[in-house]
């Protein structure tokens, strides 16, 4: 289906990623069959009400992704078409145009043996045997197993975002498992929570509660705090300990623990602090469970992040703002123990509160600082999602052009210097530079050689950028002793 889309005066402004929209309803796609009942399922396209950047209402067309039922109210979970996904949201019925609906096309159906999907489409059915049938022996029959529990292992992924963006990368989700979007409550220990009526029970270790009904399927879990993952689904509010990151469905599950709740920062060692940053390095063999739950709160931000739950294989860098109540988790990234394509980080999230504010790039900037200090060249894990790759590619070129800026020329003779060299300065990967460069179309090919020319709008544009950056690492700060996980059997 072609959608055209007329000028409309006025719209020239669009949200990031976003391709093209009109601002009146689109109409509806006049070879797909309506439901005389106008039932809403998942996959279903229709008009939703939203408010856009100038505070005016428009009716992109939007994709059922979820529906879910609460107190019984439906709640719909929307994409709109053509923009970006961390724009996708949860809606209340009154926002949908349902004059306008479009229902998935039926798709052809797999061919079946036996009842279950064919491995090939076009195979045909095997006879039985004629001496089978004569003799009465009865042949196999594939039986289908459904297996209940099956939870997988936790393991890192990144994947990169905006850094003042959530961020991801290759090990991504596949398109048909996309994150459900809710809020979050953080609440620190020293934060007066307001009561609620609730059943009363121990806060539970988050992991040890998955493990244990992975271990015993037949096993009911009674109610409590943590709650089975289709309670936590439909839940509107997390309620989340911001100090160690476990997480209850209500108030009173969350004052309870606070009550016994001593950590004041993230477990771990601290390695940077300058002013009231701070970054801790933790092992997610060590300090599995809040490497756990640091993964989960990850996901609820993340719209491509694989989950599993070994944590072992990673390091994670978490950092912190202080003050008087203790350390607050502003971000964080992750990184293999041992990587053999030379990745710094797996995966990288700077949390909405603190986003827009420089965070991200600092996360970036420590990344390659730590890298420095091991004597190598890193590169976050690829492919990049798009924010990711607009993140890195401003960090590297903010990090390149401060770099060629600063050469200083010798006897009157323009300044000279290597891709290799520039790779080894900044412990940005070869590959990375060479992209960036050609990104900022600063590669000119002069008599016979290669030369690097720097407009004065590049310049200007990079002394602007610089003078709003003003959170940077030092690398005075950093007190960082580099382990090599090659030699050592177990993590």
Request: positive net charge; aromatic residues 8%.
């Given at each position: 289906?072609?959608?055209?889309?007329?000028?409309?005066?006025?719209?020239?402004?669009?949200?990031?990623?976003?391709?093209?929209?009109?601002?009146?309803?689109?109409?509806?796609?006049?070879?797909?069959?309506?439901?005389?009942?106008?039932?809403?399922?998942?996959?279903?396209?229709?008009?939703?009400?939203?408010?856009?950047?100038?505070?005016?209402?428009?009716?992109?067309?939007?994709?059922?992704?979820?529906?879910?039922?609460?107190?019984?109210?439906?709640?719909?979970?929307?994409?709109?078409?053509?923009?970006?996904?961390?724009?996708?949201?949860?809606?209340?019925?009154?926002?949908?145009?349902?004059?306008?609906?479009?229902?998935?096309?039926?798709?052809?159906?797999?061919?079946?043996?036996?009842?279950?999907?064919?491995?090939r489409p076009g195979s045909p059915e095997r006879e039985?045997?004629?001496?089978?049938?004569?003799?009465?022996?009865?042949?196999?029959?594939?039986?289908?197993?459904?297996?209940?529990?099956?939870?997988?292992?936790?393991?890192?992924?990144?994947?990169?975002?905006?850094?003042?963006?959530?961020?991801?990368?290759?090990?991504?989700?596949?398109?048909?498992?996309?994150?459900?979007?809710?809020?979050?409550?953080?609440?620190?220990?020293?934060?007066?929570?307001?009561?609620?009526?609730?059943?009363?029970?121990?806060?539970?270790?988050?992991?040890?509660?998955?493990?244990?009904?992975?271990?015993?399927?037949?096993?009911?879990?009674?109610?409590?705090?943590?709650?089975?993952?289709?309670?936590?689904?439909?839940?509107?509010?997390?309620?989340?300990?911001?100090?160690?990151?476990?997480?209850?469905?209500?108030?009173?599950?969350?004052?309870?623990?606070?009550?016994?709740?001593?950590?004041?920062?993230?477990?771990?060692?601290?390695?940077?602090?300058?002013?009231?940053?701070?970054?801790?390095?933790?092992?997610?063999?060590?300090?599995?469970?809040?490497?756990?739950?640091?993964?989960?709160?990850?996901?609820?931000?993340?719209?491509?992040?694989?989950?599993?739950y070994d944590t072992d294989p990673f390091l994670f860098?978490?950092?912190?703002?202080?003050?008087?109540?203790?350390?607050?988790?502003?971000?964080?990234?992750?990184?293999?123990?041992?990587?053999?394509?030379?990745?710094?980080?797996?995966?990288?999230?700077?949390?909405?509160?603190?986003?827009?504010?420089?965070?991200?790039?600092?996360?970036?900037?420590?990344?390659?600082?730590?890298?420095?200090?091991?004597?190598?060249?890193?590169?976050?894990?690829?492919?990049?999602?798009?924010?990711?790759?607009?993140?890195?590619?401003?960090?590297?070129?903010?990090?390149?052009?401060?770099?060629?800026?600063?050469?200083?020329?010798?006897?009157?003779?323009?300044?000279?210097?290597?891709?290799?060299?520039?790779?080894?300065?900044?412990?940005?990967?070869?590959?990375?530079?060479?992209?960036?460069?050609?990104?900022?179309?600063?590669?000119?090919?002069?008599?016979?050689?290669?030369?690097?020319?720097?407009?004065?709008?590049?310049?200007?544009?990079?002394?602007?950028?610089?003078?709003?950056?003003?959170?940077?690492?030092?690398?005075?700060?950093?007190?960082?002793?580099?382990?090599?996980?090659?030699?050592?059997?177990?993590?």
């Amino acid at each position: 289906m072609a959608e055209v889309v007329s000028p409309v005066p006025g719209a020239g402004r669009r949200e990031p990623g976003e391709v093209g929209r009109a601002r009146g309803p689109p109409v509806a796609d006049p070879g797909v069959a309506l439901s005389p009942q106008g039932e809403i399922i998942e996959g279903c396209r229709l008009p939703v009400l939203r408010r856009n950047q100038d505070n005016e209402d428009e009716w992109p067309l939007a994709e059922i992704l979820s529906v879910k039922d609460i107190s019984g109210r439906k709640l719909f979970y929307v994409h709109y078409i053509d923009f970006n996904k961390r724009l996708d949201e949860w809606v209340t019925h009154e926002r949908l145009d349902l004059k306008k609906i479009q229902f998935p096309k039926k798709e052809a159906k797999t061919p079946t043996k036996n009842g279950l999907p064919g491995s090939r489409p076009g195979s045909p059915e095997r006879e039985v045997p004629a001496s089978a049938q004569a003799s009465g022996k009865t042949l196999p029959i594939p039986v289908q197993i459904t297996l209940r529990f099956n939870l997988p292992k936790e393991r890192e992924a990144i994947p990169g975002g905006e850094p003042d963006q959530p961020l991801s990368s290759s090990s991504c989700l596949q398109p048909n498992h996309r994150s459900t979007k809710r809020k979050v409550e953080v609440v620190s220990p020293a934060t007066p929570v307001p009561s609620e009526t609730a059943p009363a029970s121990v806060f539970p270790q988050n992991g040890a509660a998955r493990r244990a009904v992975a271990a015993q399927p037949g096993r009911k879990r009674k109610s409590n705090c943590l709650g089975t993952d289709e309670e936590l689904t439909t839940l509107p509010v997390l309620y989340l300990c911001e100090f160690c990151l476990k997480y209850g469905r209500s108030l009173k599950c969350l004052q309870r623990h606070l009550t016994k709740c001593d950590l004041r920062h993230p477990p771990g060692n601290e390695i940077y602090r300058k002013g009231t940053i701070s970054f801790f390095e933790i092992d997610g063999r060590k300090n599995k469970s809040y490497s756990q739950n640091l993964c989960l709160l990850a996901k609820c931000f993340l719209d491509h992040k694989t989950l599993y739950y070994d944590t072992d294989p990673f390091l994670f860098y978490v950092m912190t703002e202080y003050d008087c109540k203790g350390f607050h988790i502003v971000g964080y990234f992750s990184k293999e123990k041992e990587s053999t394509e030379d990745y710094n980080v797996a995966c990288i999230l700077t949390l909405p509160p603190y986003q827009r504010r420089g965070y991200g790039k600092l996360l970036i900037e420590f990344s390659y600082e730590l890298s420095k200090v091991e004597g190598k060249t890193g590169t976050p894990e690829k492919p990049l999602s798009d924010l990711g790759l607009l993140s890195y590619r401003s960090y590297w070129s903010q990090t390149i052009l401060e770099i060629l800026m600063g050469l200083k020329s010798e006897s009157g003779e323009r300044p000279q210097i290597t891709i290799n060299e520039i790779s080894e300065i900044t412990s940005i990967k070869k590959e990375d530079v060479i992209s960036t460069l050609q990104y900022l179309n600063l590669i000119n090919y002069y008599k016979g050689q290669y030369i690097l020319t720097l407009s004065e709008d590049i310049v200007d544009g990079h002394e602007r950028a610089m003078l709003k950056r003003l959170l940077r690492i030092d690398s005075k700060c950093l007190h960082f002793t580099p382990k090599d996980w090659s030699k050592r059997g177990k993590w």
